[in-house]
């Protein structure tokens, strides 16, 4: 049995002991094998005692007959002769004495102590030099693709944490009593025990771990803004780097999708109630994945051809592999999820139409219009939304042009206006188009840029430039009304705003003209107006979003529910799934009700009045239009 | 899968026809709103106006005039074969009321958009007078079909081969001048055609709706490839049009923002000619 104690530095970690009085190691070679050799007393004599150097590897041999649970009298160093034997503490198996040695454990001196019993097998470190230790491994980078190479091709950057990293990474967690980063994610992920599973090589149960509150870690490890969220309050980032827990999220994901160990989830029978899911985005798949697992039938109606929404028209290749969304899906395919494409609801259905034919809606239609900054020469030719900018390239495949057939735009100076997720991924998928020059430019300082650091890390690597502290006044054309140039201003920043970030303010007679080729305006989105203009009594705020009562998401009509963008405005896609999480509770909740038994639009009341007995759920569905 | 359950070739092949079945599109489907078609995993989104549907039969029908590659591809489609994707019915349907006199004004494969409106005009119980266009007499389409459902019929085309010789213009502006009692223009068919009826109409302060044409991709307000100076103002054409105010629109940005891809048209198709 192996304490758990030293379960981090168990992986192929050998031993290098030195005794605690002349510091002389104990390590010997002896036919190619690392040992530990030591004197052991034994009734009054001393014989040699050979250990083997491999903590996980229990084997001794000595010059007299061990037996199992026989006690050393003592033990010495082979060098100086003295006892090595230590009053300060017992075994924790046994209790009885126990040796100390000295090991080094990433470049720092630990004592360490070995029961003296045999066959007790028990070792271990004080709690407190558990921690320096841990403190000392420093924080596991993720290979990468090459800085080089990789703006050449559409490959995603990061290769994942290796198994022998992840452990590494793993080991460094403290698994604190009252874990701060659990209160850090949006969805509440057990975060210390996934961690501590990872750590025990437990990862099949880690994967199950976080499925019990994420279902989609491939994609949440790679596109969480982690250093905002779970990772900014570790406890180990307060003194040196938080553990990597983005990292290890994803190596779990993709560690169960290579070795295909994925096990299909308990799904409760089917309660003939149907649920209308409006878009597949991050918060619809949540909802259908949560929902069809307590026995919903699930319809999700996606407006483009690919479902997926943000992850698949957004998120460029390089940074979330299109591969791990269709994974995910099919997998919500195969639990028997039917996905309609192509169903633009608001034109097709109205949500009238579908609360007809289903118990509940979920609109989860995201933030999809692109904000313009609404200056001179916005309309020219080659100013792109960066919504159009990445839809042509990730899920038209631009790129691909003329393979693909929907042309790509491109250009020697690209210039990226926007500072956030989605800027660098426009100026990153414009770097490898083959732009020579990709600027950022963003009105702020670099400290307030908005992107994830590991974007901004990648970007600055690739090459791309940064104008910070300048703001666009006007896009300059030539006379075929095709983009030239832009103008802009400098910027200073002044006292802080509302958000805690400071102000900027322009700076009079600076203008300058950065010339371009092509201009991508990545300023954020806005709700698409498609639902409110079709559904007149569905209640918006004044930012064009739903309305929502925030504990249930449910919206101002009564059965639908809403959550994602469309209700908070462009946000991350863990908020989203958030939200999809607790409208598929609010949901279940309202439809298990016994009241609900009726049709959704009859009040219970009333239907209790009219028929005694409410009329079964099953035999209304039969004879409801298909939609 | 969409099937295509006719195909008919016009205007010397140029134009061609399809009816599409698309049962759901069709029962909700309503003149100027248009769908977005994809033919094939590598292919390209591209918007077609809804030219007519039939509920009952459950198909749409689409006319669209061989300019690129995916319409190419699209042209040697037959009967039976299947559409992969195709996304609608998206857009504003045309505003359309009982105003009394209406003047249709319709030019090249825009005569196909148009009799799907002057139709439901005529059946709000307008008068409809149809003065639809082309460039010579073989590249004229739906005579008959506009015949039926106008009052009156004026047929123009650029040589003279067919009724009158000159452009739409000529005899719009003779209605506009011998009548008093139009109240409004639609006007559809090539951006040149669409501009100078505009032009025109200004003059005689009538309101004029004229529906455009935009690059797209998404359809549905996303991407914002669609945008237009409609009266200073951008608007995306796929959720605020396609129709719109002819007086306001920016015709000659229009122009050029449809000419940026014209490369990339020709290599696209160039590709698929050599393999």
Known sequence: MVDYDVKYLKFKTYLNT????????????????????????????????????????????????????????????????????????????????????????????????????????WHGLTKADERRIKLKIPRQEMPEQDQVLRIHNFNEVPYGLTTELALLEAGRCLQCKQPKCVEGCPVNIDIPEFIRLIAEEKIEDAVMKVKETNLFPAICGRVCPQENQCEELCILGKRDYPVAIGHLERFIADYERRMDFRKLPRIEAKNNKRIAVVGSGPAGLTVAADLIQLGYSITIYEALHEPGGVLVYGIPEFRLPKSIVHYEIEFLKSLGCRIETNHVIGYIYSIAELLENYDAVFLGVGAGLPRFMNITGENLCNVFSANEYLTRMNLMKAYKFPEYDTPMPEGNDIVVIGGGNVAMDCARNAKRTGAINVTVVYRRSRKELPARNEEIRHAEEEGIHFKLLTNPVRFVGDDRNWLKGIECVLMELGEPDDSGRRRPIPIENSNITIPCDIAIVAIGNRPNPILFNTTPNLQGNKWGCIEVNQETMETSIEYVYAGGDIVTGAATVISAMGQGRIAANAMHKKLSRPASKTKPKQKPEKAVATTPKPKPKAKSTSTRKKI | MHQIIRKQEMAKGTIVRFDVRAPEIAKKAKPGQFVIVRLTETGERIPLTIADKDSFEGYITLIFQVVGKTTAIMRTLNEGDAIKDLVGPLGKPADIQKVGTVIMVGGGTGVAILHHIAKAFKEAGNTVISIIGAREKDLLILENEMRIISDELVITTDDGSYGQLGFVTEPLQRYLDERYDIKEVYAIGPIPMMKFVCRLTKKYNVPTMVSLNPIMIDGTGMCGGCRVTVGNETKFCCVDGPDFNGHEVDFDELTKRNSMYLKEEKDALLFSIRG
Not at chain 1, 78 to 94: D, F, I, M, N, R
Not at chain 1, 104 to 111: E, V
């Open chain 1, 18 to 121: 030195y005794c605690p009085h002349c510091r002389n190691s104990f390590n010997r070679k002896e036919k190619e094998m690392d040992k530990l050799k030591f004197i052991g007393v034994y009734k009054g004599e001393d014989f040699e005692l050979t250990i083997s150097a491999y903590l996980d590897v229990f084997e001794a041999q000595a010059s007299i007959p061990l037996k199992e649970g026989m006690i050393l009298e003592d033990c010495k160093c082979p060098h100086c002769k003295q006892s090595l034997v230590t009053s300060e503490k017992k075994c924790g198996e046994c209790g009885s004495a126990v040796g100390e040695v000295i090991i080094s454990a990433f470049s720092k001196l630990i004592p360490f102590f070995t029961c003296l019993k045999y066959g007790c097998e």
